[in-house]
């Protein structure tokens, strides 16, 4: 249930990190550690209080689970300089996985569009099959 909160984790990160950089169009050490996972969990316990008492721990682990991919998508791109702060506040200090830049996985999306296409319509399948059964 509340898949959708999933979708909204996968962007928390850059909205708490990188839309306040793109709308002020400059960086302030304030804004950086919102592109975090101690950022991440922050906003994600803020917004879980949008929704009612009973369903905010499946809100927060939803969202959680999406802002965890996004940063570990992250944290396997190359960078110039120091792109990802990933123990603030303990550390400033930023390292990474380089596996592909930022700009690659752009690449993969016409691999990915078949495969997000294949798994839905092997999931209809399997519901309409079951729905005959009963």
Do not use: C
Request: net charge positive; glycine share 4%; aromatic share 18%.
């Amino acid at each position: 249930t509340y898949r959708e909160l999933y979708f909204v984790g996968l962007i928390l990160p850059d909205l708490l990190g990188r839309l306040p950089m793109v709308l002020y169009k400059k960086s302030y050490w304030f804004i950086t550690p919102g592109h975090t996972p101690i950022g991440a969990l922050i906003g994600a316990y803020l917004i879980s209080f949008l929704f009612e008492e009973n369903i905010r721990p499946i809100v927060f682990r939803n969202i959680t689970i999406g802002a965890a991919f996004h940063l570990l998508l992250d944290l396997l791109q190359r960078h110039v300089t120091d792109a990802y702060f990933w123990f603030f506040p303990l550390s400033w200090r930023s390292f990474e996985i380089p596996l592909f830049w930022p700009d690659r996985s752009i690449d993969i999306i016409p691999y990915l569009l078949p495969a997000v296409v294949s798994f839905h319509l092997l999931r209809w399948m399997l519901r309409r099959k079951r729905a005959r059964r009963q």
